[in-house]
């Protein structure tokens, strides 16, 4: 009976696996980031738990047998079949503000103890979470991000490109932006605005920019120096590689920073002279530093 409720009902099945769960890792939010926490938990026999309403995103966990609740983590039912109050950690990746705080709210209800981690930009949030009775730990993986970015960015000049849509792209745009006599153009498709405090060298453009062509309909490409092409979708990967490949052919002097979440790529990209940048696998580095050295991803030391 066991192997054809596992058979035909796979989800099920993970699920149960999920709810008999003790002294574990809850992961919310199928991220790149969760990747990488869960990569690590398999690789080192870590017991570990995720909760993913999109199903796609985590049927190749749940095919292979790991431990996932599919369904809304804000719902209390769907906390309590990952054994929230038996957790070890959890760790928040949710890119809406509002899953990260109700999760928050409910699992210290249900666990007075375990560390949360969480995944947020906002200032004014991350304040809110650090308080009692939450005491979670929150973190910006944008903000640890620019610590590299500011070092490719400090003392230079010239015009700046930044092709994104997400906090991380609007950071590196208006950082650049404060530098003198530097305008930076950003290309956000999406968002008419950003979440910073626009000044005169800041431009930004609401088109989606992926040849050569839509670059120059605004900007001088000559008196470009800097070029940071942000995109997140694992599925645009296409466009970024064609247009760093584009922007080298033609423009050779400029510097070109691409941001990858896949270390295989690395070669290739770099194949064009442009430097690549992973918020992803520097953030879960980060996230190791202030982990508790029982925790799921703590660093493993060498024997």
């Known amino acids: 009976m066991g192997e054809l409720i596992e058979k035909y009902n796979p989800v099920i099945t993970s699920r149960i696996l999920a709810k008999h769960k003790r002294n574990h890792t809850v992961i919310i939010g199928f991220h790149h980031i969760s990747e990488r926490i869960i990569e690590f938990c398999i690789d080192n026999k870590k017991s570990f738990c995720i909760i993913e309403d999109n199903l796609e995103l985590v049927e190749d966990l749940i095919n292979t047998g790991y431990p996932v609740v599919v369904g809304d983590p804000t719902e209390t039912t769907n906390l309590a079949f990952t054994n929230i109050k038996r957790a070890k950690e959890v760790f928040i990746n949710s890119d809406d503000v509002r899953i990260a705080i109700i999760c928050t709210e409910k699992i210290r209800k249900i666990n007075e103890e375990c560390p949360i981690f969480v995944r947020v930009f906002e200032d004014h949030v991350r304040e809110y979470l650090k308080q009692p009775p939450l005491n979670a730990i929150p973190f910006s993986t944008s903000k640890w991000a620019m610590d590299g970015i500011r070092e490719w960015t400090k003392n230079k000049t010239g015009k700046a490109i930044v092709i994104g849509r997400d906090n991380l792209t609007h950071r590196i745009a208006?950082?650049?932006?404060?530098?003198?006599?530097?305008?930076?153009?950003?290309?956000?498709?999406?968002?008419?605005?950003?979440?910073?405090?626009?000044?005169?060298?800041?431009?930004?453009i609401n088109e989606f920019a992926c040849f050569l062509s839509d670059l120059r309909v605004h900007v001088n490409v000559d008196e470009v120096t800097q070029v940071f092409i942000c995109w997140k979708q694992d599925s645009e990967f296409d466009e970024s590689l064609y247009l760093t490949s584009k922007i080298n052919l033609r423009y050779p002097d400029i510097e070109l920073f691409v941001r990858i979440f896949d270390e295989e790529l690395i070669d290739l990209v770099e194949k064009y002279n442009a430097k690549t940048f992973s918020t992803s696998n520097n953030a879960f580095k980060m996230l190791q530093k202030v982990v508790a050295a029982n925790s799921a991803i703590a660093p493993i030391k060498d024997d």
Do not use: A, M, T
């Open 174 to 204: 208006y950082h650049i932006s404060l530098q003198p006599e530097r305008d930076v153009y950003l290309f956000d498709d999406i968002h008419d605005g950003i979440e910073f405090k626009v000044n005169d060298q800041l431009h930004i």
